[in-house]
């Protein structure tokens, strides 16, 4: 199983940054997908996540209305769109996969984990 997170970089507050993370090994129609971020010094967080239906997704309080997660199927992939990031955003930014579970903000739920894109946020 691998999952292949991409996208991060440096960007000016206010700017946008696309992630994709491509999954491999897995049914990934079946699979809830999340986003979570670490920053230095900080836990790992959740950042948001999207059930196998595509239908339910589910946002930190610091990121709605700036962050939108969504799945392509196809393509196993799923992406994080976030708009207006903020030097707090800066973090590396991992996805995860958890079979078919509801509870998106739970970590300990999610089986695989990628490596990890660097996101960074100029002020």
């Known amino acids: 199983v691998q999952l292949q997170a991409s996208g991060g970089g440096l960007v000016q507050a206010g700017g946008s940054l696309r992630l994709s993370c491509v999954a491999s090994g897995i049914a990934f129609t079946f699979y809830t997908m999340g986003w979570f971020r670490q920053a230095p010094g900080k836990e790992r967080e959740f950042v948001t996540a999207i059930k196998w239906s595509g239908v339910t997704t589910d946002y930190a309080d610091s990121v709605k209305g700036r962050f939108t997660i969504f799945r392509d199927n196809a393509k196993n992939t799923v992406y994080l769109q976030m708009n207006n990031l903020k030097p707090e955003d800066t973090a590396v930014y991992y996805c995860?996969?958890?079979?078919?579970?509801?509870?998106?903000?739970?970590?300990?739920?999610?089986?695989?984990w990628g490596k990890g894109t660097l996101v960074t946020v100029s002020s």
């Open positions: 995860a996969a958890g079979w078919r579970h509801s509870d998106l903000g739970a970590a300990s739920r999610y089986s695989y």
